[in-house]
């Protein structure tokens, strides 16, 4: 199993970021996937969620109404849309796949994961 992210970089306070993920290895339209993301000396935390047919989704608190994770089963990818970016969203980000069919924010629910993209918001 494989999964490529893409699409970080270093974008100023309230611009945009799209990520995607590329999966490859596994049945994509079967797995539940999430995004989740790690600063400096910071625990990996979750932050956004999908279930398998794209209809349910899931937020942290903190990225609701900023961020909109979507995927293409089609593609076998995953997106995450990043808008009015803030400083405090610099991290490494990466994308997770979830063989059990069920949307969770639990870290340690997902099987599998990706090598990270690197997000740089400055101030």
């Known amino acids: 199993v494989q999964l490529q992210a893409s699409g970080g970089g270093l974008v100023q306070a309230g611009g945009s970021l799209r990520l995607s993920c590329a999966a490859s290895?596994?049945?994509?339209?079967?797995?539940?996937m999430g995004w989740f993301r790690q600063a400096p000396g910071k625990e990996r935390e979750f932050v956004a969620g999908?279930?398998?047919?794209?209809?349910?989704?899931s937020y942290a608190d903190s990225v609701k109404g900023r961020f909109t994770i979507s995927r293409d089963n089609a593609k076998n990818t995953v997106y995450l849309q990043m808008n009015s970016l803030k400083p405090e969203d610099t991290a490494v980000y990466y994308c997770?796949?979830?063989?059990?069919?069920?949307?969770?924010?639990?870290?340690?629910?997902?099987?599998?994961w990706g090598q990270g993209t690197q997000v740089t918001v400055s101030s």
């Open positions: 997770a796949a979830d063989l059990t069919p069920i949307l969770t924010s639990i870290r340690f629910s997902y099987d599998y």
């Open positions: 290895g596994l049945t994509f339209s079967r797995s539940a």
């Open positions: 999908i279930g398998r047919s794209g209809i349910s989704t």
